[in-house]
């Protein structure tokens, strides 16, 4: 099974609509990640979480919110939809080094 | 704030002969740069790694080289092989950025059977 899941992987959706992307991980790891994928921008960071009780903003965090459910789950939420925040979203986890592990992505399109 | 960039959207070499893919950064600081590869339709994983004490990191056909002076990064495959095929992304992570990495825009390389 894989270490970091993501569900859906796939999700159209309409403009004003609001959505949620969930991430889930089995590698014990404190900190976890949101990033956004467009091309030719590589991967930008939108959230971030050290711990169940700690949020921080990334980069690009306008237009997003997130929640640390426990240790295993960071979800992010785009409260109202818009076609820009088309993209394709990974969600990462880390322990006490540096390397990020990631999951498969969702491709997110907003009509 | 830290910026890198990868300055060659696209690389394509014959299998067998040697990819070199290069980074770019502004600050000089205690640092930490890694290499991901990215395949469609899949999440980055990593792939190599290295600390700014070194200049160097090898690990099997891949080395990283850190040009700390010319503030420059340098993947090279060799052999290239055709399931070498990906994007492939240089990020930095230090400073005051602990815990967090930036990433460079990625490289496709393409690798011709």
């Known amino acids: 099974d894989a270490d970091v899941t993501q569900t859906p992987r796939n999700r159209i959706t309409k403009t004003g609509k609001r959505i949620m992307l969930e991430c889930s991980q089995t590698?014990?790891?404190?900190?976890m990640y949101w990033y956004r994928q467009d091309p030719g921008l590589g991967l930008r960071l939108i959230y971030y979480s050290f711990d169940v009780k700690d949020i921080n903003k990334g980069e690009i965090s306008d237009g997003y919110s997130v929640s640390r459910q426990a240790q295993a789950k960071f979800s992010l939420s785009l409260e109202s939809a818009i076609p820009n925040q088309t993209a394709l979203y990974f969600c990462?986890?880390?322990?006490?080094?540096?390397?990020?592990?990631f999951g498969p992505g969702t491709r997110l399109l907003v009509l | 704030d830290q910026q890198v960039k990868q300055n060659s959207p696209s690389l394509s070499v014959q299998e067998g002969r040697i990819s070199i893919l290069n980074c770019d950064y502004t600050?000089?600081?205690?640092?930490?740069f890694l290499w991901y590869k990215k395949y469609p339709a899949e999440g980055p994983t990593f792939l190599i790694s290295?600390?700014?004490?070194?200049d160097k990191n090898e690990d099997g056909r891949f080395t990283v080289f850190l040009n700390k002076s010319a503030k420059h990064l340098s993947l090279h495959i060799v052999p290239s092989q055709p399931g070498d095929s990906a994007v492939y992304f240089c990020a930095w992570a230090g400073g005051t950025s602990y815990g967090k990495l930036t990433f460079g825009q990625g490289t496709i390389l393409t690798v011709h059977p």
């Open positions: 290295i600390s700014s004490i070194k």
């Open positions: 590698k014990g790891h404190d900190r």
């Open positions: 990462a986890t880390a322990g006490s080094e540096e390397t990020q592990y």
């Open positions: 600050n000089s600081m205690f640092d930490y």
